[in-house]
């Protein structure tokens, strides 16, 4: 016996402890953690966790950062370019539409109240001829209707024009087709009675003549002037109107009487209010003349 320590000597727990650390001290804990390094470490491959991190990452987050800013690439630049553009051609179109809806507007306002009650005068005409016609011209139950028939056309008359000017409904075709529906209603009437014996053909000449003369004569002053209605003209008018429509009515006795003292009047006044017209054309057309020769004299100095 030598007398060294079983320990000393490699007894059985002695040689555990040493065969330990004679493998390179590893324990299966450092094992993993030395791999887990040496992936880390490594540039490539699939295990470059940590180093493909820190290669994206202050580059990566910048370049990031770049593209989610719209105002700094070219790109948002250009479609905001076009967005405007888009905008400036809208509102551009815009006048071009108020144009468009304005003359729709202006269509449409051809068919106002008032037009709508010159058209419904000028259908009354054939329908009061051929009622006024009817059975002979004399059955007293077609003359009511006739009456009827006359008596819209006239009130109608006083309503469209008063319309027209307080609403703002004036329009050419207004212009044009009221007088044409006065004057055919009117002028309907009064050849239905001549041509049924009823008035004289020499009444019906005077105030269709007038008519017709007054009319012509407003177009050739025109260019000169407009001649305004006179109060002596709408009573004519109005008188006219009460005058043919007793006509119109079979009336006797008394009634028959007075429509003939009314027509008288509608006569006079028509010959009299038409040479009030005549008179106001002629100041018209010579107070037209004198301004057009002074303003040459005032370009010729």
Known sequence: MTGVPASAAGGPSGARRAKGPASGGLTPASGRALARDARDRAPGGSGGGK?????????????????????????????????????AQGSTRAPRGGKIAAAAVDQASVWNIANLLTMLRLLLVPAFVMLMLADGGYD??????????FAIAMITDLFDGHLARTYNLVTDFGKIADPIADKAIMGAALICLSALGDLPWWVTGVILGRELGITLLRFLVIRYGVIPASRGGKLKTLTQGVAVGMYVLALTGWLATLRWWVMAAAVVLTVVTGLDYVKQAIVLRRQGIAERKAALEEKEE
């Open 51 to 87: 180093a493909r991190r820190d290669a994206s990452g202050p580059e990566d987050v910048r370049a990031a950062a770049a593209s989610s800013t719209p105002s700094s690439s070219p790109s948002s630049s250009e479609d905001t370019g076009i967005a405007g553009t888009t905008e």
């Open 140 to 149: 007293p139950a077609w003359r009511s209707l006739a009456w009827a028939a």
